[in-house]
């Protein structure tokens, strides 16, 4: 299967993290290490640059891991990041993770990085769901996601300690022809 390391939509320029340049590296870096998106990832801890280049460079060599920040034309502005993670080629699906650039001026970011995510999924790649995991006192995401059209599927308990405290996450998915009916 061909994967895109760019493409446009809209107004929106989607780069792969392994075509993107040094600067834009460096704000990605910024814009995941800011403490509003930190506080909802897995890994909370403050990313070195050194790590951040390792993992690219480990993303140039895995089909299975597909990292892009979406640019905004107009602006020359970082909207956020998108990404699909255990990529399964035969079974057609993958699980996303997406984070909006918090100090960005862009709006409706949110919709416009998941927008370009279910363009690459199901459009490009063709995918047949997509699945997400999210912290269950995400509420705030989790509303998006259902505005989004995914439904809950289930939910792993005390998945993630978080201050001495067991958070369940919640798994959440959408069928490429959800996807058509709310999209369409």
Same mark, same amino acid.
């Given at each position: 299967?061909?994967?895109?390391?760019?493409?446009?939509?809209? #107004?929106?320029?989607?780069?792969?993290?392994?075509?993107?340049?040094?600067? =834009?590296? !460096?704000?990605?870096? @910024?814009?995941? *290490?800011?403490?509003?998106?930190? !506080?909802?990832?897995?890994?909370?801890?403050?990313?070195?640059?050194?790590?951040?280049?390792?993992?690219?460079?480990?993303?140039?060599?895995? *089909? @299975?891991?597909?990292?892009?920040? =979406? /640019?905004?034309?107009?602006?020359?502005?970082?909207?956020?990041?998108? *990404?699909?993670? *255990?990529?399964?080629?035969?079974?057609?699906?993958?699980?996303?993770?997406?984070?909006?650039?918090?100090?960005? !001026?862009?709006?409706?970011?949110?919709?416009? /990085?998941?927008?370009?995510?279910?363009?690459?999924?199901?459009?490009?790649? !063709?995918?047949?769901?997509?699945?997400?995991?999210?912290?269950?006192?995400?509420?705030?995401?989790?509303?998006?996601?259902?505005?989004?059209?995914?439904? @809950? @599927?289930?939910?792993?308990?005390?998945?993630?300690?978080?201050?001495?405290?067991? %958070?369940?996450?919640?798994?959440?998915? %959408?069928? #490429?022809?959800?996807?058509?009916?709310?999209?369409?």
């Amino acid at each position: 299967m061909q994967v895109p390391d760019e493409f446009l939509l809209e #107004n929106l320029r989607v780069l792969n993290y392994c075509k993107a340049d040094f600067c =834009v590296l !460096k704000k990605i870096l @910024e814009i995941r *290490n800011s403490k509003n998106i930190r !506080k909802w990832m897995y890994h909370r801890d403050l990313i070195t640059l050194e790590e951040h280049i390792r993992f690219i460079e480990k993303l140039r060599n895995n *089909n @299975e891991k597909l990292y892009y920040v =979406v /640019l905004n034309i107009d602006n020359n502005e970082i909207v956020g990041c998108i *990404n699909l993670n *255990n990529l399964n080629y035969i079974n057609k699906n993958a699980f996303l993770g997406i984070f909006a650039n918090p100090a960005g !001026k862009t709006t409706n970011k949110g919709k416009l /990085l998941m927008k370009c995510l279910f363009y690459l999924s199901f459009s490009l790649l !063709k995918l047949h769901t997509l699945k997400l995991e999210v912290l269950s006192t995400n509420e705030r995401a989790i509303d998006f996601y259902k505005k989004s059209g995914f439904k @809950e @599927e289930g939910e792993l308990r005390d998945f993630v300690l978080r201050d001495n405290e067991w %958070i369940n996450i919640k798994i959440m998915g %959408i069928l #490429n022809d959800e996807f058509k009916v709310n999209y369409a």
